[in-house]
């Protein structure tokens, strides 16, 4: 089965109904059924006071780099209702449409499981505390050295949620689902590294190692070097109590699969998207200087408190699972 009729996707859609999934999202029940990680990320969100919304008040669907800071400070995530317009022309022109002809028209996807994770950090960083008032309670570094660790922890839910999908057999409803709940596209080989690295170090480790390598992405570098590799061992060993015997160069070399994904994302989105974040927010400097200057994988290892919460947000999901 590799094509599906747009009876057969509602049919799935409504089959995998699940108690806190959003029902005009396409296949997020699915999603939430399917993956334990989803589900945890879910229940967070709302035990910190999210709802979610298909109303554009957070311009989501007009200027979606900005509207993270109108999730945060509302307190609701907003989604593309995706199912209507199925439901109409299955009403229209039924079968006409299928599976394939969704994904090439570029049908519109929902990304709630990422936007959801920046809640649970903003909830631990930054006290939930409304966004436009960050830069005037703290240092324009630490705001964004924090914000630079929540956008990747939301990155690292968003790769890991790929695990309950591709760990065996994944079926073409699986991947189909999960295309429209998800901004990325993870390969099998990502998800193999991640648990050969797990059975070494810890499921907290793993995501926390992740974490850092999506933040070192975050601060536009191109690769990591042997002298990043050792802060970073250095922080896992340090701050997550990794007490066993761990090889650290095999576990550079397994994770692999996982720099070469990571590092190949393009740097638009930190060159443009972010500084224009952090201006709608008050912040009056200049960003490229800061993240150049300021910001770096050593601040992990100054900023004790910070680790800290870093740490409560993983143990807090990982927990969960
Ligand atoms: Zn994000």
Redesign the pocket.
């Known amino acids: 089965m590799n094509n599906l009729p747009l009876n057969k996707i509602l049919e799935f859609h409504y089959a995998n109904a699940h108690s806190l999934e959003i029902k005009i999202a396409l296949g997020d029940g699915y999603v939430l059924n399917k993956s334990e990680l989803a589900f945890a990320i879910r229940k967070l969100a709302i035990k910190y006071g999210y709802s979610f919304t298909d109303s554009n008040f957070s311009f989501a669907n007009t200027l979606p780099v900005i509207s993270?800071a109108y999730f945060l400070r509302d307190k609701k995530i907003t989604f593309t209702d995706n199912i209507s317009v199925l439901e109409e022309l299955n009403k229209t022109v039924g079968d006409f449409v299928n599976s394939n002809h969704l994904l090439k028209i570029g049908f519109p996807a929902n990304?709630v499981l990422?936007?959801s994770?920046?809640c649970i950090a903003h909830y631990h960083l930054f006290n939930n505390r409304d966004p436009f008032e960050l830069f005037d309670l703290e240092d324009d570094v630490t705001v964004i050295f924090k914000f630079l660790i929540?956008?990747s922890y939301?990155?690292t839910a968003e790769v890991l949620n790929f695990k309950y999908f591709l760990h065996g057999e994944a079926t073409y409803i699986d991947l189909f689902m999960l295309k429209f709940n998800t901004f990325v596209n993870v390969k099998r080989a990502f998800v193999q590294a991640i648990l050969q690295i797990e059975k070494r170090i810890d499921a907290d480790a793993t995501y926390l190692l992740i974490m850092l390598i999506f933040f070192c992405h975050n601060l536009k570098k191109r690769t990591i070097s042997q002298a990043e590799w050792e802060i970073i061992t250095e922080i896992l060993e340090k701050k997550l109590s990794v007490q066993k015997q761990v090889d650290w160069c095999e576990i550079f070399d397994l994770s692999l699969p996982i720099r070469e994904f990571i590092f190949s994302l393009g740097h638009d989105f930190i060159n443009f998207t972010t500084p224009l974040f952090f201006k709608n927010l008050g912040y009056s400097g200049d960003y490229a200087q800061t993240l150049q200057n300021k910001i770096s994988l050593e601040l992990f290892l100054t900023k004790d408190s910070i680790i800290d919460k870093s740490k409560q947000m993983i143990f807090e999901l990982n927990s969960m699972l």
């Open positions: 993270l990304s990422h936007e994770a920046h929540a956008e939301s990155q």
